[in-house]
């Protein structure tokens, strides 16, 4: 069982910056696939980004890869997802997801744990 809390959302400004964390309960985070995925107003939860166990491979979604960074500390049992030069279109509630797995997966249906959300709100 994994409990995961994000933070670090807010108010930001077109092509401003900011970082979210996931931070997740129990010993076996590092057993655990990490994800990223947001769900702006009115649309489904789409993928954002995912890191392998160990954190050597990470993968984006075509709408954020150059502009956000996924990580993760295994030793602080926390994942990273930092945002940069963001837009108005990035406004969303953004969850972080955990599964039990080798392989970095990118669909919702593939991760058992989640957090409760962080809104993220970009201004034009």
């Known amino acids: 069982q994994v409990q995961l809390v994000e933070s670090g959302g807010g108010l930001v400004q077109l092509g401003g910056s900011l970082r979210l964390s996931c931070a997740a309960s129990?010993?076996?985070?590092?057993?655990?696939?990490m994800g990223w995925f947001r769900q702006p107003p009115g649309k489904e939860r789409e993928f954002v980004a995912a890191?392998?166990?160990?954190?050597?491979?990470?993968i984006y979604a075509d709408s954020v890869k150059g502009r956000f960074s996924i990580s993760r500390d295994n030793a602080l049992n926390t994942s990273y997802l930092q945002m940069n030069m963001l837009k108005p279109e990035d406004t969303a509630v953004y969850y972080c997801?955990?599964?039990?797995?080798?392989?970095?997966?990118?669909?919702?249906?593939?991760?058992?744990?989640w957090g409760q959300g962080t809104q993220v709100t970009v201004s034009s």
């Open positions: 890191i392998s166990r160990g954190g050597g491979t990470t």
């Open positions: 129990g010993r076996t985070f590092s057993r655990h696939v």
């Open positions: 997801a955990a599964e039990e797995t080798n392989a970095v997966v990118r669909f919702v249906h593939q991760y058992d744990y």
